[in-house]
């Protein structure tokens, strides 16, 4: 599995980002990292295209 990471100082912190395959049911996914705050980013895409006039977005958060 091949794994792209990036890192940036932002103040006195650093943001780290690692572009990977950890959920191996999206199409892509990115794990971000700010100090004690983490992030996991998905995107799925279907296979067929489907013309339903506008761009349909759907957000699920939760908080743990």
Do not use: C
């Not at 690692?18 to 999206?26: D, F, G, P, R």
């Not at 004690?36 to 957000?59: I, Q, R, Y």
């Amino acid at each position: 599995m091949k794994t792209d990471e990036f890192k940036l100082d932002i103040g006195k912190r650093e943001l780290k980002v690692k572009i990977n395959n950890l959920a191996e049911m999206a199409n892509g996914s990115v794990l971000v990292q700010y100090g004690d705050t983490m992030l996991l980013a998905t995107a799925v895409a279907s296979k067929e295209e489907k013309n339903l006039g506008f761009f349909h977005l759907t957000v699920d958060y939760e908080e743990i």
